[in-house]
């Protein structure tokens, strides 16, 4: 069964950092992007950092040079270490494996979220 499982979320001051965990259980057989998303009330879902099926990784301009998206393979599962948290990160995260590749496996997967709130 796929599942993608977000955790980590919590509330910290402004300043403070956060580590959230996306655990993925996914095909063998198909490879995956792996994408953080965030969604602050009343907006729109936004793109957050992404780690290419080579290894290679974005990120939106808000976030760059204090998160930093990385994977541990050998347990199917990818971080977001959030530094230097600002209020305006304060939004509900969620991770989503994008498969691709042969028929089958071109599909999107969706965890169900983790609340990050930081206080100012």
């Known amino acids: 069964q796929v599942q993608v499982v977000e955790s980590g979320g919590g509330s910290v001051q402004a300043g403070g950092s956060l580590r959230l965990s996306c655990a993925a259980s996914?095909?063998?057989?198909?490879?995956?992007?792996m994408i953080w998303f965030r969604q602050a009330p009343g907006k729109e879902r936004d793109f957050v950092a992404r780690?290419?099926?080579?290894?290679?990784?974005n990120y939106a301009d808000s976030v760059k040079g204090r998160f930093t998206i990385s994977q541990d393979k050998s347990k199917n599962t990818v971080y977001l270490q959030m530094n230097t948290l600002k209020p305006e990160d304060t939004a509900m995260y969620y991770c989503?494996?994008?498969?691709?590749?042969?028929?089958?496996?071109?599909?999107?997967?969706w965890g169900q979220g983790t609340q990050v709130t930081v206080s100012s």
């Open positions: 780690v290419y099926k080579d290894g290679s990784t």
């Open positions: 996914l095909y063998t057989y198909c490879a995956y992007d």
């Open positions: 989503r494996a994008d498969g691709s590749g042969r028929s089958g496996c071109r599909a999107q997967y």
